[in-house]
Protein backbone atom coordinates (compact mmCIF):
# COMPACT_ATOMS: atom_id res chain seq x y z
CA UNK A 1 0.00 0.00 0.00
CA UNK A 2 1.62 3.15 -0.59
CA UNK A 3 1.27 6.16 1.47
CA UNK A 4 0.59 9.08 0.60
CA UNK A 5 2.60 12.23 1.95
CA UNK A 6 1.06 16.14 2.07
CA UNK A 7 2.97 18.99 2.44
CA UNK A 8 2.33 22.22 2.68
CA UNK A 9 3.94 25.49 1.68
CA UNK A 10 5.67 28.30 4.21
CA UNK A 11 4.13 28.49 7.11
CA UNK A 12 2.45 31.90 5.97
CA UNK A 13 0.19 30.12 3.73
CA UNK A 14 -0.25 27.67 6.24
CA UNK A 15 -2.32 30.34 7.81
CA UNK A 16 -4.21 30.77 4.90
CA UNK A 17 -4.87 27.01 4.52
CA UNK A 18 -3.21 26.26 1.08
CA UNK A 19 -2.01 23.10 0.74
CA UNK A 20 0.91 22.17 -1.94
CA UNK A 21 0.05 19.15 -4.03
CA UNK A 22 -3.03 17.18 -4.16
CA UNK A 23 -4.16 14.32 -2.80
CA UNK A 24 -4.40 10.77 -4.40
CA UNK A 25 -6.97 8.34 -3.33
CA UNK A 26 -5.51 5.56 -0.75
CA UNK A 27 -6.75 4.34 2.08
CA UNK A 28 -3.40 5.60 3.74
CA UNK A 29 -2.53 9.25 4.58
CA UNK A 30 0.40 10.75 6.62
CA UNK A 31 -0.32 14.06 6.56
CA UNK A 32 -0.08 18.26 7.70
CA UNK A 33 -3.57 19.58 8.61
CA UNK A 34 -3.69 23.36 7.11
CA UNK A 35 -4.35 26.19 9.20
CA UNK A 36 -7.88 27.47 8.68
CA UNK A 37 -8.20 31.57 8.21
CA UNK A 38 -11.27 33.34 8.75
CA UNK A 39 -14.61 32.67 10.56
CA UNK A 40 -15.87 29.06 11.01
CA UNK A 41 -19.70 28.11 9.50
CA UNK A 42 -21.24 30.01 12.75
CA UNK A 43 -19.22 33.02 11.99
CA UNK A 44 -16.99 32.90 14.88
CA UNK A 45 -13.34 32.92 14.58
CA UNK A 46 -10.00 31.56 17.05
CA UNK A 47 -9.27 35.14 17.86
CA UNK A 48 -12.44 36.32 18.46
CA UNK A 49 -13.18 33.97 21.00
CA UNK A 50 -10.18 31.85 21.80
CA UNK A 51 -7.98 34.65 23.08
CA UNK A 52 -4.25 34.47 22.16
CA UNK A 53 -4.08 37.90 21.19
CA UNK A 54 -2.43 39.37 17.74
CA UNK A 55 -0.36 36.10 17.29
CA UNK A 56 -3.82 34.24 17.03
CA UNK A 57 -2.08 30.62 18.51
CA UNK A 58 0.51 30.85 15.43
CA UNK A 59 2.54 28.32 17.13
CA UNK A 60 -0.09 25.70 16.94
CA UNK A 61 -0.14 22.70 14.08
CA UNK A 62 -1.67 19.67 13.50
CA UNK A 63 -1.55 16.50 11.92
CA UNK A 64 -3.93 13.52 10.96
CA UNK A 65 -2.78 10.09 10.18
CA UNK A 66 -5.43 7.30 8.47
CA UNK A 67 -4.73 4.10 7.74
CA UNK A 68 -7.88 2.24 6.47
CA UNK A 69 -9.98 2.91 8.99
CA UNK A 70 -7.59 3.87 12.12
CA UNK A 71 -7.74 7.42 12.14
CA UNK A 72 -4.97 9.27 14.13
CA UNK A 73 -4.92 13.18 15.04
CA UNK A 74 -3.10 15.07 17.22
CA UNK A 75 -2.73 19.17 17.86
CA UNK A 76 0.08 21.04 19.37
CA UNK A 77 0.84 24.64 21.04
CA UNK A 78 -3.17 25.20 20.72
CA UNK A 79 -5.13 26.92 23.02
CA UNK A 80 -4.87 24.64 26.68
CA UNK A 81 -7.57 22.95 28.20
CA UNK A 82 -10.02 23.66 25.61
CA UNK A 83 -11.94 20.68 23.73
CA UNK A 84 -12.10 20.47 19.94
CA UNK A 85 -13.98 18.22 18.09
CA UNK A 86 -13.73 16.85 14.39
CA UNK A 87 -15.78 16.53 11.56
CA UNK A 88 -15.82 14.71 8.46
CA UNK A 89 -17.59 16.44 4.98
CA UNK A 90 -20.57 14.68 3.66
CA UNK A 91 -21.57 17.37 0.85
CA UNK A 92 -20.07 18.56 -2.46
CA UNK A 93 -20.73 19.50 -5.68
CA UNK A 94 -20.19 18.62 -9.54
CA UNK A 95 -20.78 20.12 -12.46
CA UNK A 96 -22.57 22.87 -10.72
CA UNK A 97 -24.64 20.84 -8.53
CA UNK A 98 -24.86 20.56 -4.88
CA UNK A 99 -25.47 16.63 -3.80
CA UNK A 100 -24.99 14.73 -0.35
CA UNK A 101 -25.31 15.96 3.19
CA UNK A 102 -26.20 14.01 6.57
CA UNK A 103 -29.28 12.49 6.42
CA UNK A 104 -30.49 13.15 9.90
CA UNK A 105 -29.07 16.85 10.09
CA UNK A 106 -29.57 17.77 6.73
CA UNK A 107 -26.28 19.48 7.35
CA UNK A 108 -22.81 19.30 5.21
CA UNK A 109 -20.93 17.69 7.70
CA UNK A 110 -21.14 14.42 10.42
CA UNK A 111 -18.92 14.30 13.74
CA UNK A 112 -16.00 11.92 12.60
CA UNK A 113 -16.71 9.02 14.90
CA UNK A 114 -17.93 5.15 14.60
CA UNK A 115 -21.33 4.78 14.69
CA UNK A 116 -21.26 3.18 18.33
CA UNK A 117 -20.88 7.06 18.77
CA UNK A 118 -24.29 7.56 17.26
CA UNK A 119 -26.06 7.32 21.00
CA UNK A 120 -24.68 9.96 22.62
CA UNK A 121 -24.07 12.28 19.21
CA UNK A 122 -27.84 11.99 19.20
CA UNK A 123 -28.67 12.70 22.35
CA UNK A 124 -26.30 15.88 22.88
CA UNK A 125 -27.95 17.22 19.61
CA UNK A 126 -30.15 20.50 20.11
CA UNK A 127 -30.15 19.74 23.91
CA UNK A 128 -27.76 21.35 26.72
CA UNK A 129 -24.78 20.08 25.09
CA UNK A 130 -21.44 17.83 26.92
CA UNK A 131 -18.19 18.56 28.06
CA UNK A 132 -17.53 15.52 26.13
CA UNK A 133 -17.93 14.08 22.55
CA UNK A 134 -17.17 10.52 20.83
CA UNK A 135 -15.25 12.77 18.36
CA UNK A 136 -13.59 15.58 20.58
CA UNK A 137 -10.63 15.32 22.51
CA UNK A 138 -9.17 18.46 25.26
CA UNK A 139 -6.05 19.89 25.01
CA UNK A 140 -3.77 19.92 28.47
CA UNK A 141 -2.10 22.52 29.91
CA UNK A 142 0.71 22.88 27.26
CA UNK A 143 -2.39 22.91 24.70
CA UNK A 144 -1.31 19.43 23.07
CA UNK A 145 -4.32 16.96 22.48
CA UNK A 146 -5.05 14.08 20.50
CA UNK A 147 -7.51 11.83 18.86
CA UNK A 148 -8.04 8.48 17.89
CA UNK A 149 -10.78 6.39 16.44
CA UNK A 150 -11.07 2.96 15.43
CA UNK A 151 -14.24 3.61 12.53
CA UNK A 152 -16.38 1.50 11.57
CA UNK A 153 -16.29 3.00 7.84
CA UNK A 154 -13.61 3.90 5.50
CA UNK A 155 -13.21 7.74 5.50
CA UNK A 156 -11.76 8.04 1.87
CA UNK A 157 -14.39 7.07 -0.74
CA UNK A 158 -16.40 5.59 2.19
CA UNK A 159 -19.80 6.29 3.23
CA UNK A 160 -20.81 7.13 7.05
CA UNK A 161 -23.18 4.00 7.96
CA UNK A 162 -26.48 6.62 9.54
CA UNK A 163 -28.08 3.06 8.73
CA UNK A 164 -26.37 1.43 11.19
CA UNK A 165 -28.07 3.73 14.10
CA UNK A 166 -31.19 1.97 16.46
CA UNK A 167 -34.57 1.96 16.02
CA UNK A 168 -34.70 4.18 19.42
CA UNK A 169 -31.71 6.57 18.47
CA UNK A 170 -34.15 7.31 14.78
CA UNK A 171 -37.00 7.92 16.51
CA UNK A 172 -35.15 10.02 18.89
CA UNK A 173 -33.73 12.31 15.91
CA UNK A 174 -36.90 12.70 14.23
CA UNK A 175 -38.06 14.57 17.59
CA UNK A 176 -35.52 16.79 16.72
CA UNK A 177 -36.02 17.10 12.83
CA UNK A 178 -38.67 14.78 11.76
CA UNK A 179 -37.28 14.68 8.02
CA UNK A 180 -33.95 12.47 9.51
CA UNK A 181 -33.93 9.17 7.77
CA UNK A 182 -31.53 6.39 8.92
CA UNK A 183 -29.45 5.74 5.32
CA UNK A 184 -25.73 5.79 4.20
CA UNK A 185 -24.27 9.20 3.52
CA UNK A 186 -21.21 9.41 0.88
CA UNK A 187 -17.60 10.96 2.58
CA UNK A 188 -17.07 13.85 0.17
CA UNK A 189 -13.16 14.44 -0.93
CA UNK A 190 -13.03 17.79 -2.32
CA UNK A 191 -9.56 17.22 -3.82
CA UNK A 192 -11.00 14.33 -5.74
CA UNK A 193 -11.24 15.06 -9.36
CA UNK A 194 -15.02 17.29 -10.38
CA UNK A 195 -15.87 17.29 -6.52
CA UNK A 196 -16.12 20.40 -4.70
CA UNK A 197 -16.27 21.24 -0.93
CA UNK A 198 -14.78 23.34 1.67
CA UNK A 199 -12.45 20.57 2.90
CA UNK A 200 -12.84 16.41 3.94
CA UNK A 201 -11.78 16.67 7.55
CA UNK A 202 -11.94 19.86 9.87
CA UNK A 203 -11.05 20.32 13.45
CA UNK A 204 -12.97 22.82 15.34
CA UNK A 205 -12.72 24.28 19.39
CA UNK A 206 -15.85 25.22 21.09
CA UNK A 207 -14.13 28.27 23.12
CA UNK A 208 -16.95 29.66 23.93
CA UNK A 209 -19.08 27.18 26.21
CA UNK A 210 -16.95 24.17 26.29
CA UNK A 211 -19.59 21.90 25.21
CA UNK A 212 -20.10 19.70 22.09
CA UNK A 213 -23.20 19.66 20.57
CA UNK A 214 -24.00 16.22 19.13
CA UNK A 215 -24.26 16.18 15.63
CA UNK A 216 -24.24 19.99 15.43
CA UNK A 217 -20.68 21.82 15.95
CA UNK A 218 -22.62 24.71 17.30
CA UNK A 219 -20.87 27.65 18.07
CA UNK A 220 -17.36 26.87 17.39
CA UNK A 221 -13.93 28.41 15.95
CA UNK A 222 -12.14 26.29 12.89
CA UNK A 223 -8.65 25.39 13.79
CA UNK A 224 -7.61 22.88 11.04
CA UNK A 225 -8.48 20.71 8.04
CA UNK A 226 -7.75 18.36 5.78
CA UNK A 227 -6.90 18.61 2.45
Sequence with gaps: MTKVKMTTLAAALLGMGTLCGAALASNEIDAAMSRVAGASGSG?????????????????????EIDDNDVKIKLKDAKPDTLYTVWVRLKGSSLGTSFGGSPVTNGGATPLSPTSGLHQLIADWVGSGSPTSPNGFHTDANGNGSLRLDLDFPVLNGAYPFNRMSADDLALAQTKRPEATAVPAATVNPADSGIGGPFLIRMVS???????????????EAWFQYP
Excluded at 48 to 64: F, K, L, V
Excluded at 206 to 220: E, F, K, V
Design 44 to 64: HTVIDQCGGGTENWDAARASI
Design 206 to 220: HCQDGLSHGLSPANR
